[in-house]
């Protein structure tokens, strides 16, 4: 019999000012127990969990539907191994991100397995990984702002870089 499991994931950034799941992006392989969430919650100085009950056994569908959603392996970010695409996923989902000072960000979070650990992906057009990972931030009254991607296991981390260089290395190759 398959059972739910607590399934958490961590972004940290002082930047974030809220985390919202999208309604009706959450995915999960066939035959997997549901339970609740994506649930956002702030804990406090720059870190949001978000919480999943669900099953786990990872299927080539799910995983499809993620690197479709995030545009490919230019978009896609996993913190325990860094790049790629996942060829398998236990579930998946959408959130809006808000950061200060610039336009929401849909980010897709999905998560897979690695070895004996549960691993995260996370993805989007705003995701550029071409052997560093890094999120693009726009507003209309400021530059283009980078946060760098990093994380482990269950966590991502984005901080804040210089837009000049980097901006220009992304903004080329988003073309």
Not at 56 to 69: E, G, L, M, Q
Request: proline share 3%; hydrophobic share 35%.
């Amino acid at each position: 019999m398959t059972s739910s499991h607590t399934n958490d994931v961590t972004l940290k950034s002082d930047l974030i000012e809220n985390i919202e799941y999208i309604d009706g992006t959450f995915l999960i392989s066939d035959g997997q127990p549901y339970e609740s969430g994506p649930t956002p919650k702030n804990l406090g100085n720059g870190v949001w969990q978000v919480t999943v009950n669900c099953g786990r056994h990872k299927t080539s569908d799910v995983a499809d539907a993620f690197n479709d959603a995030c545009g490919g392996q230019y978009h896609e970010y996993a913190g325990y191994h860094g790049g790629g695409t996942p060829d398998e996923l236990n579930f998946m989902y959408a959130l809006k991100v808000t950061f200060a000072n610039a336009a929401p960000v849909t980010l897709y979070l999905g998560q897979g397995s690695s070895s004996s650990r549960n691993n995260w992906w996370i993805g989007g057009a705003n995701v550029i990984n071409d052997g560093k990972a890094d999120l693009i931030l726009i507003s209309n009254d400021q530059p283009v702002q980078l946060l760098r991607l990093s994380g482990g296991v269950s966590n991502f981390d984005f901080e804040s870089i210089a837009a000049g260089a980097g901006a220009a290395r992304v903004m080329a190759g988003a073309g």
